[in-house]
């Protein structure tokens, strides 16, 4: 198990240490916040990025294959009543000239089921505690 702990800093702002680095989230402007850090929302379509990012450097790591200069951009659609992420797209750049398109297949199959993309695709246990 996992613990942090999001204390707040500011009127709409909150902050956690995550391994000696220090997260911020505050309420986006568009809501009356402060903005200029990622959302919750964005926050999740960030981790998801970063999830398959990773999982493709140790995909390809494992297999002897060199990566640099890789980029992911990721496209968050967010649906209404209630506010939610409705589709992320995540878009690799740098990797069609590091391998064939039969390794490429197989290094999608290993990014599109990630900890974090499975966790999406899992519902999770959500519980909430006031002490």
């Not at 613990?3 to 809501?31: C, I, M, N, R």
């Not at 890789?70 to 995540?90: D, F, G, H, L, Q």
Request: charged share 20%.
């Amino acid at each position: 198990m996992a613990t942090f702990v999001w204390k707040q800093t500011g009127p709409e702002t909150f902050e956690v240490d995550v391994h000696g680095v220090k997260l911020t989230s505050a309420l986006p402007a568009t809501y009356g916040g402060p903005g200029g850090t990622p959302s919750p929302t964005e926050m999740l379509s960030l981790s998801l990025a970063s999830c398959k990012a990773l999982t493709a450097i140790f995909w390809a790591h494992r297999r002897g294959i060199p990566l640099s200069g890789i980029e992911v951009r990721v496209e968050s659609e967010y649906a209404s009543n209630p506010r939610r992420v409705r589709s992320i797209k995540t878009t690799f750049r740098g990797l069609r000239e590091a391998m064939d398109d039969a390794t490429l297949a197989q290094l999608q199959e290993a990014v599109d089921h990630c900890p974090v993309a499975e966790t999406l695709r899992d519902t999770p246990a959500i519980e909430t505690v006031f002490e």
